[in-house]
């Protein structure tokens, strides 16, 4: 499981995914460990000529599947005790090489024999899926708590945590984004975004993350609100000028008078300069997250005043 702040050189050590075990360490490296992340076990023999095959291929696929499943390796000839008694309890551990998969301290799947490796893929794919994200939800969460408290370094450290037990979440890659746009780093943000996995390019974590890089250019040219309020007050149809204050409030952090001023302009003239109104709602919106009361709201007001 991803402890915050790790490395991600630590993340993936392959002294902590695969071990060898014994009759005294079996409970807790196999039955215990398998509650956090599921553990291959491979029974294997120094006379057994498949054993010395399959092995290297487990140990690459393991290594390849990032933390997401561990392998221990259990010589039978050293520990024959311990092999005849998960024996009596059902496994079949009359031929070797055995794979047994283990999750939540029990056998959930096995194969024998060598496979290709094409089979040995599949069946830790299947196996990972078993065992859950291994704690990444909660470390995403626990960096987006750390963007909204201000810690946008330590955020940033956490997110290319995440990203080097899984490269293609989504949700880490935006955040990894956002954090650099918190700490005023726009180019670096920029560099992430186009780094980003294909898989991954369109989705909604990463239309936000681009969302937010151009309300932050945005923001670098934003005048000041008191002379914009006073122009949009002298003029409430200077559109320009209204346009303007509403970047500026965004900028200054004040999101929901920013989304009021753009929906008072959309009221006004929603053709304006290509629809400039409408468009830069639709940035804010998707700058926020989903649920986000403003945004809500915000989507709400329009479409009201679109299909009125």
Same mark, same amino acid.
């Given at each position: 499981?991803?402890?915050?702040?790790?490395?991600?050189?630590?993340?993936?050590?392959?002294?902590?995914?695969?071990?060898?075990?014994?009759?005294?360490?079996?409970?807790?490296?196999?039955?215990?460990?398998? *509650?956090?992340?599921?553990?291959?076990?491979?029974?294997?023999?120094?006379?057994?000529?498949?054993? *010395?095959?399959?092995?290297?291929?487990?140990?690459?696929?393991?290594?390849?599947?990032?933390?997401?499943?561990?392998?221990?390796?259990?010589?039978?000839?050293?520990?024959?005790?311990?092999?005849?008694?998960?024996?009596?309890? =059902?496994?079949?551990?009359?031929?070797?090489?055995?794979?047994?998969?283990?999750?939540?301290?029990?056998?959930?799947?096995?194969?024998?024999?060598?496979?290709?490796?094409?089979?040995?893929?599949?069946?830790?794919?299947?196996?990972?899926?078993?065992?859950?994200?291994?704690?990444?939800?909660?470390?995403?969460?626990?960096?987006?708590?750390?963007?909204?408290?201000?810690?946008?370094? !330590?955020?940033?450290?956490?997110?290319?945590?995440?990203?080097?037990?899984?490269?293609?979440?989504?949700?880490?890659?935006?955040?990894?984004?956002?954090?650099?746009?918190?700490? =005023?780093?726009?180019?670096?943000?920029?560099?992430?975004?186009?780094?980003?996995?294909?898989?991954?390019?369109?989705?909604?974590?990463?239309?936000?993350?681009?969302?937010?890089?151009?309300?932050?250019?945005?923001?670098?040219?934003?005048?000041?609100?008191?002379?914009? *309020?006073?122009?949009?007050?002298?003029?409430?149809?200077?559109?320009?000028?209204?346009?303007?204050?509403?970047?500026?409030?965004?900028?200054?952090? !004040?999101?929901?008078?920013?989304?009021?001023?753009?929906?008072?302009?959309?009221?006004?003239?929603?053709?304006?300069?290509?629809?400039?109104?409408?468009?830069?709602?639709?940035?804010?919106?998707?700058?926020?997250?989903?649920?986000?009361?403003?945004?809500?709201?915000?989507?709400? *007001?329009?479409?009201?005043?679109?299909?009125?």
């Amino acid at each position: 499981m991803l402890e915050l702040g790790q490395n991600t050189d630590t993340a993936a050590n392959t002294a902590d995914l695969i071990k060898d075990v014994t009759e005294e360490t079996f409970v807790a490296d196999v039955m215990e460990a398998s *509650k956090e992340v599921p553990v291959i076990v491979d029974f294997w023999a120094p006379w057994c000529g498949p054993c *010395k095959t399959l092995g290297p291929m487990l140990e690459t696929a393991v290594t390849q599947a990032r933390g997401k499943v561990r392998m221990a390796k259990l010589n039978v000839d050293e520990n024959q005790r311990l092999a005849a008694t998960l024996a009596q309890q =059902g496994l079949p551990l009359q031929s070797i090489p055995t794979v047994v998969a283990f999750v939540d301290g029990r056998p959930v799947d096995m194969f024998q024999g060598a496979v290709p490796q094409s089979e040995i893929a599949a069946f830790i794919d299947r196996i990972a899926g078993m065992g859950g994200d291994g704690g990444l939800a909660e470390a995403i969460e626990a960096a987006e708590q750390m963007l909204t408290d201000g810690a946008a370094t !330590d955020a940033a450290q956490t997110f290319a945590a995440i990203l080097g037990e899984e490269p293609e979440n989504a949700a880490a890659y935006g955040g990894m984004v956002r954090a650099h746009v918190a700490m =005023g780093e726009l180019e670096q943000a920029e560099a992430v975004l186009n780094g980003a996995p294909a898989a991954i390019s369109e989705t909604p974590e990463l239309e936000a993350a681009h969302a937010q890089i151009q309300l932050a250019r945005q923001a670098e040219n934003a005048g000041p609100v008191d002379e914009l *309020k006073a122009r949009t007050e002298a003029d409430p149809d200077d559109h320009q000028a209204r346009l303007d204050l509403a970047k500026a409030l965004y900028a200054k952090g !004040d999101v929901e008078s920013a989304v009021d001023e753009l929906l008072e302009l959309f009221r006004r003239d929603r053709d304006w300069n290509d629809a400039a109104a409408k468009t830069q709602l639709f940035t804010i919106f998707e700058a926020l997250k989903p649920q986000d009361p403003i945004a809500l709201n915000g989507r709400r *007001k329009l479409s009201s005043m679109i299909f009125a």
